[in-house]
Each structure stands twice: as structure tokens, then as C-alpha cells.
Nanobody, 116 residues
């Protein structure tokens, strides 16, 4: 059974930084893309950033210049470094891993709160 376990969320003041981590356990075969989504109260879940096994990365406009996604495909671990955080970044952040067979696995979510 595959599980994705996230860590690193918390409360931070505006302008602060957080680093999220997500590690997969169990038999997950050939991950093709690893990424981070977020869902704020009353809003739809949205893609924040992802990175492919080939090294290509994507960032939502809201994340460009502030967030950095990185991944270790040998360990099936993905990270999200978030700098210059804003109150509008407050959300539950979820990691997702997609395999080459288009199987999606999600983490349980970690709360990020940006507030003074």
C-alpha cells in the first residue's frame, strides 16, 4: 500500500519561509511527476508546482519567483521551498505523485498558515 507523508507545514508570519517535504512509502512504481497542490477554504484545489522525472518544472503564476520545487526520484521524495510567504498562501498543501501508468497518489495534506 502506497502512502505519501507530508511534513513541514505550520504558521509563519508574512515574508517568512517554510519548506514542505513529502515522502512515499510502499511499492510505488515508476513515478513520472511529483508536485504540490493547495486548497484554501471555499476554493478549489489548485496546482502550485510540479517537477517531472526529466527535470522539467512548472509553477503557477502565484508561485513563480517565490517557491522552488525539487525532487529526488531515487527516494520518491518531493520538496517545496516557500519564501516571501503571503497571507493568500494560507491553505492546506497536498503532495501528489503520478506514475507512468497514470496512477495518482495523494498525501493527507499539511496546513500552512501565513498570518501576523
Amino acid at each position: 500500500q502506497v502512502q505519501l507523508v507530508e511534513s513541514g507545514g505550520g504558521k509563519v508570519q508574512p515574508g517568512g519561509s517554510l519548506r514542505l517535504s513529502c515522502a512515499a512509502s510502499g511499492n510505488i512504481f515508476k513515478v513520472a511527476v511529483m508536485g504540490w497542490y493547495r486548497q484554501a477554504p471555499g476554493k478549489q484545489r489548485e496546482l502550485v508546482a510540479d517537477i517531472s522525472s526529466g527535470g522539467s518544472s512548472y509553477y503557477a503564476d502565484s508561485a513563480k519567483g517565490r517557491f522552488t520545487v525539487s525532487g529526488d526520484y531515487t527516494k520518491n521524495t518531493v520538496y517545496l521551498q516557500m519564501n516571501s510567504l503571503k497571507p493568500e498562501d494560507t491553505a492546506v498543501y497536498y503532495c501528489k505523485m503520478r506514475t507512468t501508468m497514470w496512477n495518482d497518489y495523494w498525501g493527507q495534506g499539511t496546513q500552512v498558515t501565513v498570518s501576523s
